[in-house]
């Protein structure tokens, strides 16, 4: 699932995130929006509410999380 990430905080340690995100899910990928350098987009096998548990364990709590719609092709059988 792909969500879009507002944190707390101005400055965060994307790769403190992405290491976060990872352990929880091996395949987790996060970017910062290069249209709006305060918005980060993760793609994550878990829920929002996983998602900001993981992000706020590890030093970053999110002031808002949304979940964005499918953009599945179906090629990988996902």
């Known amino acids: 699932m792909e969500f879009h990430i507002r944190l707390a905080t101005d400055a965060p340690d ?11 899910d091996p395949a987790a990928i996060v970017d910062r929006d290069p249209a709006d350098g305060s918005l ?14 993981v992000l706020t364990q590890a030093g970053y709590p999110p002031r808002s ?4 719609a499918s953009n599945c092709c179906g090629e990988c059988s996902g």
């Open 40 to 53: 980060l987009r993760a793609t994550v096998w878990m829920d929002g509410e996983e998602l900001k548990l």
């Open 14 to 24: 994307l790769a403190v995130i992405a290491d976060a995100l990872q352990q929880a």
């Open 65 to 68: 999380i949304e979940q964005q």
